[in-house]
């Protein structure tokens, strides 16, 4: 995000949520706070492997690395394991490290492609809880860009702390025949018990019934922020 934000990079892929484990809460409020847009999205079918030197195998290992989503989407094959879980960057960074430590009790979680990309061996495949697993991967960038065939909005807002404020949100799309495609609510930090909502809807702000309801939406929050207008992800 940082990256793109000082035009380091021009865009960046970032994982948003998981079909099993949720949003990714981090990522959610960076999108929020920062200064840029969604572009895009990919949904990515995750199988995650277990990883080990040549030599490693199931009764020397004694501690995995990885990143902290792919250790929850894997905890019910760890949770009987005595085995030490570190939290790590990513899972690219995780078997890069385990590959350098040459350490046959260590190990990380991660895709097969990276067995092949650090030279590690799969000592367990398709560990994850769900053999459904996706995450929803979005694409953000400085400029905000639609074409003319996106068809997917998001946006986030929070309202007054009164009953009915969110019902009169969702009546606007209601009442126009918006599809909403999910809406999530995540924890204001500095307000107990108060919350941002994030909303996909379907279709594009160049149809008029579209821009009617979302400036509706704005004139109804006391935050609002428009994040995307982007193609639906496969």
Same mark, same amino acid.
């Given at each position: 995000f940082v990256a793109v934000e000082k035009g380091e990079v021009n865009l960046a892929i970032i994982p948003f949520e998981n079909s099993s484990t949720g949003a990714i809460k981090d990522n959610f409020d960076l999108?929020?706070?920062?200064?840029?847009y969604i572009l895009g999205e990919y949904n990515l079918? @995750?199988?995650?492997?277990?990883?080990?030197?040549?030599?490693?195998?199931?009764?020397?290992?004694?501690? @995995?690395?990885?990143?902290p989503q792919p250790l929850e989407q894997s905890s019910k094959y760890l949770k009987d394991k005595s085995w030490k879980l570190t939290p790590f960057t990513s899972t690219a960074m995780s078997a890069k490290y385990v590959s350098e430590t040459n350490d046959i009790e260590k190990a990380a979680i991660g895709s097969a492609?990276?067995?092949?990309?650090?030279?590690?061996?799969?000592?367990?495949?398709?560990?994850?809880?769900?053999?459904?697993?996706y995450t929803r991967f979005i694409v953000v960038g400085k400029k905000l860009? @639609?074409?003319?065939?996106?068809?997917?909005?998001?946006?986030?807002?929070s309202t007054l702390h009164k009953a009915g404020e969110l019902f009169g949100i969702i009546s606007e799309f209601a009442q126009r025949g918006i599809n909403m495609?999910?809406?999530?609510?995540?924890?204001?930090?500095?307000k107990p018990w108060e919350y941002y909502f994030y909303i996909d809807l379907y279709g594009n702000i160049y149809d008029e019934k579209v821009k009617e309801a979302l400036e509706a939406v704005e004139n109804k929050t006391n935050f609002y922020k428009f994040l995307g207008n982007y193609r639906q992800g496969n």
């Open positions: 999108i929020r706070e920062k200064d840029l079918r @995750v199988d995650h492997n277990l990883l080990g030197i040549k030599g490693a195998n199931l009764d020397t290992i004694k501690e @995995v690395y990885s990143h492609s990276l067995s092949k990309l650090y030279n590690l061996e799969i000592l367990k495949e398709n560990i994850n809880n769900s053999p459904n697993n860009s @639609v074409e003319d065939n996106a068809d997917k909005i998001s946006i986030c807002f495609l999910n809406i999530k609510s995540l924890p204001i930090l500095e």
